[in-house]
């Protein structure tokens, strides 16, 4: 045999497998020393996020019908805002509000809900898992995220998804992450209706996200925010979410 044996060409043909892994693994980019999965998670973790990514890959979370919906679905964490500006955007019916949408992407702008409700949408009923230990059907109706994404056109640099949101624990605002593989899964919606009616302010009104793979936690509610960045270390605790950074929740809620 003539030629090197392991050549970079001839390893990435040698299986599917190992091109598909480097290519969800993020490897290509491991020179730069700045991405998020190689600074902030452990080794462990690092092998956890990359093997579970792999295994996840388009695979949908599973649907339910109408009537396995749930007869009552609680709401958790904070379900009610108290902050002047809120209380004045819900009592005019978020007439005045704006969807915010800014960061590593060539066109920065506003949606109105108006605006999001005339985009195509989509609605799923989906099992909400909480870690605390309770599970939930319900029906989401809303954009999807990928949609919203393509307006706004992402920039090349553009890793997470960073969503900000109107209430606080203890002065700091709610704030979550989600890497692009999920902020471009069709069943990725920011949802304005729950169960085909306008979202409570419970469940997170005017808009919440619905990313169906992951845990309760990343059901970012009361979405006023949107910022698309490369790095998730300038974000909060640097670990991608509220739980994430006060409770070491893990920043990949899926499985
Ligand atoms: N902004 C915001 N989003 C949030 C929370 C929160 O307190 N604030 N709680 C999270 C948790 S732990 C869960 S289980 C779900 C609860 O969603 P629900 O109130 O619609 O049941 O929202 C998640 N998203
Ligand atoms: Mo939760």
Request: a neutral charge; glycine letters at 12%; one cysteine or more.
């Amino acid at each position: 045999m003539t030629g090197p044996l392991f050549s970079r060409r001839r390893v990435l043909a040698a299986g599917g497998l190992g091109a598909t892994s480097l290519a969800l693994s993020g490897c290509d980019d491991l020179g730069s020393n700045e991405t998020f999965h190689d600074t902030i998670l452990t080794g462990g973790e690092r092998l956890a996020y990359r093997v579970q990514r792999f295994l996840a890959g388009d695979r949908l979370a599973p649907e339910y019908s109408e009537a396995e919906k749930s007869p009552f679905f609680r709401t958790n964490g904070n379900n009610q805002i108290a902050a002047p500006d809120y209380r004045r955007h819900i009592a005019d019916g978020f007439a005045n509000w704006r969807l915010d949408v800014s960061g590593l992407v060539e066109a920065p702008r506003g949606f109105s809900l108006d605006e999001l409700r005339a985009m195509p949408a989509r609605t799923q009923i989906t099992r909400h898992d909480c870690v605390e230990g309770w599970s939930a059907i319900g029906g989401w109706t809303g954009v999807p995220l990928a949609a919203l994404l393509k307006e706004v056109k992402v920039k090349p640099a553009a890793r997470f998804v960073v969503f900000r949101c109107a209430d606080q624990f203890g002065g700091i605002n709610y704030y979550e992450s989600i890497d692009l593989i999920d902020a471009f899964h069709p069943q990725t919606i920011l949802a304005y209706a729950m169960n085909g009616e306008t979202l409570p302010e419970g469940h997170g009104a005017p808009l919440r996200l619905r990313v169906e793979r992951q845990l309760g936690y990343k059901q970012a509610k009361f979405i006023m925010r949107i910022e698309l960045v490369s790095v998730l270390s300038g974000i909060g605790g640097g670990k991608g979410g509220f739980w994430e950074d006060v409770a070491d929740y893990e920043w990949y809620a899926g499985g």
